[in-house]
């Protein structure tokens, strides 16, 4: 299963974007999906995830202002966020995560920048 992010781009402090992480199989072949980022010079941090169950978890620094949901017949899962400030700039990444016989294995989508600028 391959994933494809999309919906990055320029936006003023304040404003809203709408990121898509497409999965070219089903969403629930995966226990767990999710966005991550990473900022010039810093490490990637989760920035939501939603599991097969619904269950939903959200960075401290974004709780509120992001919310991440899917939509099972497109496959596809989205993080709508509102309020942008600057410090949410980076580079967002699609994640899947699957457990195989225990083991977990990441899928990652290529990243999608996200620029927070007047």
């Known amino acids: 299963v391959q994933l494809q992010a999309s919906g990055g781009g320029l936006v003023q402090p304040g404003g809203s974007l709408r990121l898509s992480c497409a999965a070219s199989?089903?969403?629930?072949?995966?226990?767990?999906m999710g966005w991550y980022r990473q900022a010039p010079g810093k490490q990637r941090e989760l920035v939501a995830t939603?599991?097969?169950?619904?269950?939903?978890n959200y960075a401290g620094s974004v709780k509120g202002r992001f919310t991440i949901s899917r939509d099972n017949a497109k496959n596809t899962v989205y993080l709508q966020m509102s309020s942008l400030t600057p410090d949410d700039t980076a580079v967002y990444y699609c994640?899947?995560?699957?457990?195989?016989?225990?083991?977990?294995?990441?899928?990652w989508g290529q990243g999608t920048q996200v620029t927070v600028s007047s």
């Open positions: 994640n899947g995560l699957k457990y195989q016989i225990g083991v977990p294995y990441d899928y």
């Open positions: 199989g089903s969403i629930f072949s995966f226990n767990r």
């Open positions: 939603i599991t097969t169950g619904g269950s939903l």
